[in-house]
């Protein structure tokens, strides 16, 4: 609801009198305080998906999770052009996935 007198919104005042205050002029107007929400029901599914690698190279790398030596490996430039890119490495034992930045 809006002020008859300004225009502007109006807030409840907290008094039992039911009344409503004008946020900018302070003019108070009877009148009831009604709040209603709108939901929407529609929920997005979220699918995930796990896949394995398929082609990764592999390498002589010890995971750092079961010490396994051998693991699946890939390069992402992370940081600046000028910077060393991240290597990132999968265990082919049990999967544990981490990042080496040299």
Same mark, same amino acid.
């Given at each position: 609801?809006?002020?008859?007198?300004?225009?502007?919104?109006? !807030?409840?005042?907290? @008094?039992k009198e039911?009344?409503l205050?004008?946020k900018?002029?302070?003019a108070l107007?009877?009148g009831?305080?009604? !709040? +209603?929400?709108k /939901? +929407?029901?529609?929920?997005?599914k !979220?699918i995930l998906i $796990?896949e394995e690698p398929?082609?990764?190279p592999?390498?002589?790398?010890e995971?750092?999770k079961?010490?396994?030596?051998?693991? *699946?490996?890939?390069?992402?430039?992370?940081?600046?052009? @000028?910077e060393?890119?991240?290597r990132?490495?999968?265990c082919?034992k049990?999967?544990?996935?981490? /990042? @080496? *930045? $040299?």
């Amino acid at each position: 609801m809006f002020c008859p007198k300004c225009g502007a919104l109006l !807030i409840p005042k907290t @008094d039992k009198e039911g009344k409503l205050v004008c946020k900018n002029c302070g003019a108070l107007v009877e009148g009831e305080v009604k !709040i +209603s929400e709108k /939901r +929407s029901e529609t929920r997005e599914k !979220i699918i995930l998906i $796990k896949e394995e690698p398929k082609v990764l190279p592999k390498t002589k790398e010890e995971c750092p999770k079961c010490g396994n030596m051998e693991a *699946y490996f890939w390069v992402v430039q992370t940081r600046a052009p @000028d910077e060393p890119p991240t290597r990132f490495f999968r265990c082919t034992k049990c999967g544990h996935t981490w /990042r @080496d *930045y $040299k």
